[in-house]
């Protein structure tokens, strides 16, 4: 009972993404569905449409800042969650629900700028892949 008392308070995704309101007496509508679980209980659902639709694949990403989650489907940014507990807290991932995973993967970090990094031990060679992912500044000047 005690583990699991820790893993409740500790959820990052624990919801089926689509998730259909029973509620609405017109045509079910697909919805993301962002809560988290601590000291018991659901808090407050944050709902919005899904932009995956059945049957297409998807890249999620979830990106912890100070005091926020910044949740991506396919490279698009689509919601803004703000921290329920505190981040070191969150320590499990919970995926549910009628899914294919095809990979997950955990990692990044902020990099200063200017950055400046050697090239893998015998450089770039071909088929390998240079992946930069990156959001200008809103006042850039360069």
């Known amino acids: 009972m005690e583990k699991k008392r820790k893993l409740e308070n500790k959820k990052l ?3 089926h993404p689509w998730e259909t ?8 509508r697909s919805r993301l569905v962002f809560n988290s679980y601590t000291k018991g209980a659901w808090g ?4 919005q449409k899904n932009p995956v639709k059945k049957g297409d694949g998807f890249d999620i990403r979830i990106r912890a800042h100070d005091n ?26 919970s995926i549910d ?3 294919v995973l095809n990979h997950v ?3 990044g970090k902020y990099y ?4 400046e990094s050697g090239i893998a031990e015998h450089g770039l060679i071909p ?16």
Do not use: M
Request: aromatic content about 8%.
């Open 127 to 142: 088929g390998k892949t240079l992946v930069i992912y990156g959001t200008p500044e809103k006042k850039a000047k360069k």
């Open 97 to 99: 629900g009628d899914v």
């Open 44 to 47: 407050k659902e944050e709902r």
């Open 21 to 28: 309101s029973a509620n609405e007496k017109r045509a079910a």
């Open 68 to 93: 926020k989650f910044t949740v991506s489907f396919n490279r698009k940014e689509v919601k803004s969650f703000e921290h329920r507990i505190p981040l070191q807290h969150v320590t499990h991932l």
């Open 112 to 115: 200063p700028v200017p950055y």
């Open 105 to 107: 993967q955990w990692g």
């Open 13 to 15: 995704v624990n919801n």
